[in-house]
């Protein structure tokens, strides 16, 4: 009897295991628990979805550096993560490489050359903001595909390799998660309102967890692109799809616009604070410039010492975000098409000046805390990688809004960005994130409108220390801030640093908004002080990779993906 009964067990625990092996190895596993940390020795892969990190760390088993890691995740993101993984949005990516180069790559969208200053006014001047976020008119020229062929000069595996499991997964499917499935069935009305053809993530029925999503078109797209390279996208039947899609909804993105369109190599912010060297996003991305404003900020403040989200601590970091966001408004935009006062912005002196006017136990007012006076001539995707050379990569790509234009190109499969309304289409109306801006950040053909995003690398003592990013519009910065003192200031670890909760100040709406877990006791207090606070629900969502110990061969990887989503983080 006991016999049968071991027997019995047995076969039983030994056909769940190898079910749960089959499942994994088709995607096709809506069960699975999306692993939020990993400690290991070799390399890592944060991500906002399991099958994204599992293919970037196949690449690093596959002799694959950081890069090439970088790439085969982004493109399955594009697949299995269809709210903001994308090919037609754009981003930015920081790398650092074992010889000791930091670059950045910018392939942020680009207004179309048919584009203009007032293009979302009506005839008596409002502001259109539905044509700048729904639809084909929200479309900004998208520059993740040639993103992703920039960095290829940094890669070592052939981009066939890279691209291989992206297109399996879109020709085959997957099974999709319970969240993937709610966040289909919520924008099931404007995927229907937004397109003139059928598209894969739209059925009769309600979408539940487990069910397989398939996209045939996607996949012949991502075939284009392995078989023709970048112009498998922005020349030929790609194109011609993205063009054609344009003429049947009033788009103005044309067959030169995507010839045209190139990635940019740009020199990286770099800075230090207190010793350790931050590697940053810079402009068109406001992010690299607004974090080393706040962290330059509070580097001789000792907050340590006023300690983790106690009332003084919050109330410093909400004050400097005030005013980094102040300045972010007034003097930022895209550095080929206007001039912006960086050294002035981030030097010593000015933001000594910015901060003369805190009152420590006093709420400030944005109505009095105008940009610095300057005399001279909500769906976005992260992932972080490192490798076992010590090379690491940071990268955040958007298509704007959860799932951008909410169009799909028709015949291609893939959806659109509706990056243009991170412009400022008229001074005074706030983006969907509620940013300001002035002329600065005006539509103008071929310009790349402001960014929040903010792909960030920290080296200690020249070796890659915290490999970070966030989605969350105008929070990120903010973000990434907190993560970055939560570390450096509070020594938390890299799992508490991320899960945290977040607060967030932008200088307009004057408001301090707070994630739901946030101490009510310190809401009170700030309250006391003067400050509006409003609850929020959560909005940061960073993958993190923490290098303990850099001596080459006995590093110690610990990889984090934020509480907040289905992030995972996978290692070897
Ligand atoms: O570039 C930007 O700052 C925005 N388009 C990012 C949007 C975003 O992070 C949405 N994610 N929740």
Redesign the pocket.
Known sequence: MYIQKLFFTTAIFMFVCIYAFCQKQTGNNSNYVPQKKIICNNGAVVSAHWLASKAGVAILKKGGNAIDAAIATQLVLAVVYPA?GNIGG??FMVAHFTNGKNISLDF?EKAPEKASRNMYLDSAGNAQINASQDGHLAAGVPGTIAGLFASMKYAKLPFAVLIESAINLAENGFAISASQARSFNRTKKEFIELNFSTIAFVKENEWKAGDVLIQKDLANTLKRIRDNGQKGFYEGETAKLIVAEMQKGKGIISLEDLKKYEAKERSVVDFTYKGYQIITMPLP???GVILQQMMKMIEDKNIALMQFQSAASVQLMVELERRAYADRAEFLGDPDFVNVPINTLVSTNYLNARMKDYVPGKAGSSKNTMAGIIKES????HLSVTDMDGNAVSV?T?????YGSRTVVGGAGFLL?N?M??FSIKQGVP???G?LGNEKNAIAPGKR?????TPTLVLKNGFPYLVLG???????PTSIFQTLVNILEFNMSAEEAVNKPKFHHQWLPDIVSVEKDFAKKIVKQLENMGYKIVIRDA?S?TDLIQIQNHAKGSKTIIAVGDKRGDDDAQGY
């Open positions: 903001a754009g981003g942020r991305s406001s992010g909500e769906e976005t995707t955040t958007t298509l704007n809004g959860g960005n990056e309304d991170d983006n969907m994130y940013a409108m402001l960014s929040s995003m966030t989605p969350g519009g105008t929070t990120i909005w969502k």
